[in-house]
């Protein structure tokens, strides 16, 4: 009999599963005393580092030269902190009955954050799209995020999302803001570390999520926040997750062809304006929420897994356009060194 394989067009994330191994651990093995205050304390400490990281990682050179493709930006910019956001909103009236209130602020929560950078970059080479145009977007959408998502979430979340004291404004600059901004200034002189070092401080990102991941749910657990959720939530959860994915995907390549962007233009806007960062929004959710973090991390970690299997079997099937397809050939196809510095890229990734 042939060996069952899981197909290469659905891709499961191995990060997921190792998220979902850490959520498991929080549930068996919740942080109590002494070590809940370790693991609080370590936990701050991650977010700091991954905020440096991301400043020091992203070239202000490179999303300036983006700018002369000004149209393209402002569409992504305008889907993801701007449609999204009403998308969400407009799901309050799902509460009580389809969604939770906690359940909905994690959904509204997760239409605020960022776009991603690695997996629209991966899949916009996939389907032989404008990858310069998607490696920009997903920058600027990181950069706008930083500030946006932080000022969206109070206003729209309110209270239901800590609210917007004082204390959460010290909380957002010295976490979020202070490293990323230091980062940005060492950039000249730690970027090469960074860039030689590639490989291990990607380790180091993913294990500081976990870190974030095992104390926002140990904190859950602690709390009792988890007897809130029954299966048939979830699975609600999840149907109006498909919805919001299928409107944004359909909106952003429609959309784009409506403003008179080409194919390869329409394939960056659809993926960069279609998902929705893991990697940012988990650190974000865990300064902003507290010990509520774990049920407002829960939507955008279904949503993430949901946007790589979708946007896999997109991706695909747009890589055998016809070559003419708009009357254009795609940007990678006519630069292909600009396509060959993704290649290595191409897998999907957590982003």
Not at 38 to 50: D, E, I, K
Not at 257 to 272: P, S
Request: charged share 15%; glycine share 8%; aromatic share 10%.
């Amino acid at each position: 009999m042939k060996r069952l394989k899981w197909p290469s067009w659905m891709p499961v994330d191995p990060y997921i599963v190792a998220l979902l191994a850490t959520v498991g651990a929080a549930a068996l093995i919740p942080a109590r005393g002494t070590a809940a205050d370790v693991a609080s304390w370590a936990s701050t400490a991650a977010v700091s580092f991954l905020f440096f990281l991301y400043g020091a990682r992203l070239s202000t050179r490179e999303a300036l030269d983006g700018l002369k493709h000004w149209r393209l930006h402002v569409t992504v910019l305008a889907c993801t902190f701007l449609v999204f956001p009403l998308l969400g909103l407009a799901a309050k009236g799902l509460v009580p009955h389809v969604l939770t209130p906690a359940l909905y602020s994690g959904f509204l929560f997760l239409t605020l954050v960022p776009s991603t950078i690695q997996s629209s970059i991966a899949f916009t080479s996939m389907a032989r799209g404008n990858v310069p145009a998607a490696i920009c977007a997903g920058s600027f959408s990181s950069l706008a995020g930083i500030l946006l998502t932080p000022l969206l979430a109070a206003a729209l979340l309110g209270s239901r999302g800590g609210g917007f004291s004082a204390d959460s404004v010290v909380k957002i600059v010295l976490q979020l803001l202070v490293p990323f901004v230091a980062g940005q200034l060492l950039r000249r002189w730690v970027g090469g570390f960074l860039a030689r070092h590639k490989k291990v401080l990607g380790y180091v990102d993913r294990a500081s999520i976990l870190l974030v991941v095992y104390t926002a749910f140990s904190q859950g657990m602690v709390r009792g926040i988890w007897s809130q959720v029954t299966p048939w939530r979830l699975l609600a959860l999840l149907g109006v997750e498909a919805v919001l994915l299928t409107v944004m995907l359909t909106l952003t390549w429609y959309g784009a062809k409506r403003l008179g962007f080409r194919r390869g233009d329409r394939v960056a806007i659809q993926f960069a304006g279609s998902k929705k960062s893991l990697a940012a929004g988990l650190p974000m959710a865990s300064v902003l929420f507290g010990a509520h973090a774990s049920l407002a991390v829960l939507p955008l970690m279904l949503f993430h897994q949901m946007q790589l299997m979708v946007c896999a079997v997109i991706a695909k099937r747009r890589s055998r356009d016809p070559r003419d397809f708009d009357g254009e050939e795609s940007v990678s196809a006519a630069h292909p060194a600009a396509a060959s510095r993704t290649a290595a890229g191409t897998a999907p990734r957590s982003g």
